[in-house]
Each structure stands twice: as C-alpha cells, then as structure tokens.
C-alpha cells in the first residue's frame, strides 16, 4: 500500500509542474466567467486564488475538481489529461464553505463514507479514519453527531473527510470564512501545518488578501476572470504589476497626477496639493489588459504610495518641498503595533499613514501635520481610461 502521508521532514515543494491549466476558459451562456487562462501548480506548493467576488474563483476550483466542465482548454493532472475523467475518478477533494457534513451520521462516518462508496477494506477504512481524526487533532470526537461540534471542529472534520481519501491536489473553497476571527487564525496556523506535513498540493480560494498572505507559497490574483498577477506575497506586495493588484493587495493612496519632467532618472509629477519626484521610468497599467507605458512630459497617471511609507511630523519640523505634504489629522487609529492617520491634504485628498506605535508619540485629530516619503515609495499607474 502507498501512503501519501508523509512525516514532517519530506522534502520540500520543488519546481515539478503537478497540475497544469492550458487555455482554460468558461462560459456559461453569454457570460464569460473564466477568460482563456493557463496556471501552473508545482507540486507540493501552497497556492492561493485570490480576487474580489465573482471573479471566478469557485469557477476555476470546480473546473479542476471536475463539478463544471470548461468551455475550452486542457486541464493536465502529473501529465494526463483529466477533463473527461468524472470527479470521483480525480485524485483531487474539495473542502467547501459550508461544510457540508452528513447531519444524521456520526463523523466517523462522516469520514468513512467517501471510501465505504469505494467498497474500502473495514479494516482500512478503520485505520484511516483514525489516523486523519489524529491528524486533524479530532480523536475524540468519532462517535459525535456533527450538529454536537463547534463550527471550527465541523471544518476539521471537513478536512478530515477530504484528506482521507489521500487526494493528490486538495481543493480549499474559503473554508474559514465562517469562523470568528481568533478561530480563523488558529486554523491557519492548523493548515500550514497539515499541508507541511502532508506535502499534498493545495489550492486554497479567498478573497481576503491578509489570509492569502499569511498562507501561500504563491499567490494569484484574479479580476474580472483574467489573471492579474502570480507571486509570492512579498513580490505581489512590493511589485504589483497594475494598478487593480496595488490597490487591491494592502492598503494603499492614490493619487491623480501630471508628468511634469521625466529622464533616465525618474519622473517629477505635480498633483493638486504637491509635487512629487518618482524613481519609476514607466507607468503601470490600470489592469491586467494594458502594457506598462515609458512616462513622458504631459502623462495624466495615478501616483501610489503605500501608507508605510508615509512619514507623519507635526509642523514645522523642517520638511523640505518636494515630496511633502502638509495636511490636518481627521482620524486616529490606534491598531496596536501601528498607528493609522487619515490626514486631509488640500480640499480633495486623503491619504492614509501608518507609523510604528512602539515610542512615538500618538497625535491628535485636527492637529496640523507635514507628510513626507521616499522617492522609492512612489510609483505610477495609467488611469482606467489608458490616458
Ligand atoms: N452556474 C452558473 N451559471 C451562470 N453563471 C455563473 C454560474 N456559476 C458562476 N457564474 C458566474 O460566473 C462568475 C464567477 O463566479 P464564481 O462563483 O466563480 O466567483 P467567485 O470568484 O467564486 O466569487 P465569490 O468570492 O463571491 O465566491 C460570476 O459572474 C457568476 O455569476
Ligand atoms: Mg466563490
């Protein structure tokens, strides 16, 4: 028998292509929910779906799972073709939102019931019940009727039933999203877990951007049925290659703006409160439909700065004229290891700074304020239209 259960110290996610999506695309009747898209999967890595609703997220999981077919494509499993294969024929389970769990049955055959239907040994299905009750850290609770565990517990025990049968690629639909927010964190830090120990491939959909930050080795960001942009976090946080992944990922200012100098140096831009200097050469696109664009002299652009690297001083505090600004604090929020200002710049901006909480003194609403940043901290985008 194999057992695609490993012990803690396998090795790690290489760069073997597990699963592969070629020209996949869905329509369900004049709506086109998934444009013609290709998406690699290593093996062994954890990948997140990330996008706002209806950018078809569900849509794609279901396509790999086998629930919906594409309207064209390939969708290749370790090589093979697995789109004519029915979903019980796939080495793949899903994990659903709503968990879904047998109400009448106890969880251990909650469990069982997956490989009952594949006419399983008892004496095997015995054995691997009890080891995913243990690796869900649920063994206690085989003789209990779903309806007499927490929602966190009844997760587990979705997990649990997916993960018996030793899928290949495990398919995760937002399932914590009805869980509180403590407990939604403790099981992030539980399917970290499982998914190192277990070495499985695992897609996870969300559409909350600090989740898939917290979990994934790569993150792709969907919009509109089009991928926008794949990474890992940090190069999706630090690069984001248009404007809907920089506003969309972390927290961010915009800013409309004029090129009003540009050389090999960088880019000097007036807004309606100040001017900026830049060290972007180009210009971003709005999405993931547009091309970066060389900045030249006359360029109507959105600026972007992160919050971070906003730097928030009282006036008078001896700042200089190119990227500052001075503006009246609206709104203080203390979030613990930072504090948020929202800071009313000129009649029509706001821009947001965070600053680390830890020794600086907290300011007061309406009090007078200079902001200033790093020309590295801004960067440009087109606007909608690609003016
Ligand atoms: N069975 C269906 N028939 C018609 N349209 C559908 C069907 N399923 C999904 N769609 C449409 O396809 C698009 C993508 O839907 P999908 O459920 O994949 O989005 P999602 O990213 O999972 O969103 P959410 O975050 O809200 O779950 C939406 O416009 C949706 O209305
Ligand atoms: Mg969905």
Not at 1 to 20: C, K
Not at 45 to 72: H, Q, V
Not at 269 to 295: C, H, Q, W
Not at 346 to 368: F, Q, W, Y
Request: glycine share 8%.
């Amino acid at each position: 028998m194999t057992t695609v259960i490993q012990d803690a110290d396998a090795p790690a996610a290489d760069t073997l292509e597990h699963l592969e999506i070629q020209g996949v695309k869905k329509d369900f009747g004049a709506t086109t929910a998934i444009e013609k898209l290709d998406l690699s999967v290593r093996q062994g890595e954890f990948l997140s779906l990330l996008g706002p609703s209806g950018c078809g997220k569900t849509t794609l999981l279901r396509m790999i799972a086998g629930f919906e077919a594409p309207t064209a494509g390939r969708i290749l499993l370790s090589g093979r073709d697995i789109v004519s294969l029915p979903p019980h024929r796939r080495p793949v389970n899903t994990v659903f939102q709503s968990y879904l769990l047998f109400p009448h049955m106890n969880i251990a055959d909650n469990i069982a019931y997956g490989l009952k239907q594949a006419k399983t040994r008892k004496s095997e299905i015995r054995d691997r019940v009890r080891e995913v009750l243990a690796l869900v850290r649920m063994e206690d609770f085989a003789d209990r009727k779903p309806e007499q565990l927490s929602g966190g517990q009844q997760q587990r025990i979705a997990l649990a039933r997916a993960l018996v049968n030793r899928p290949e690629v495990l398919l995760l639909d937002e399932p914590m999203s009805a869980l509180d927010r403590k407990l939604r964190e403790e099981m992030q830090l539980e399917l970290k877990r499982l998914h190192t120990k277990l070495g499985t491939t695992f897609i996870f959909v969300t559409h909350d951007q600090e989740e898939a930050l917290a979990m994934s080795d790569r993150i792709v960001v969907m919009y509109d049925g089009v991928i926008q942009q794949i990474g890992s976090g940090e190069e999706i946080y630090a690069n984001p290659v248009n404007g809907f992944v920089a506003g969309f990922i972390g927290k961010q200012n915009f800013v409309p703006a004029e090129v009003t100098a540009a050389d090999s140096a960088g880019a000097r831009l007036r807004t309606a409160n100040t001017v900026m200097e830049s060290r972007s050469l180009t210009a971003g696109p709005a999405s993931a439909s547009g091309d970066r664009k060389a900045l030249t002299v006359g360029d109507k652009v959105r600026v972007a700065i992160r919050p971070e690297r906003m730097r928030v001083t009282q006036v008078g505090a001896g700042a200089t004229e190119v990227n500052t600004a001075r503006g009246r604090i609206l709104s203080v929020s203390f979030l613990g290891d930072v504090v948020q200002y929202m800071v009313q710049v000129g009649s029509n901006d706001e821009i947001l700074a965070r600053v680390p909480a830890a020794g600086a003194e907290i300011l007061k609403p309406d009090t007078e304020v200079d902001l200033s940043w790093d020309a590295d901290a801004v960067t440009v985008y087109t606007t909608e239209d690609g003016a």
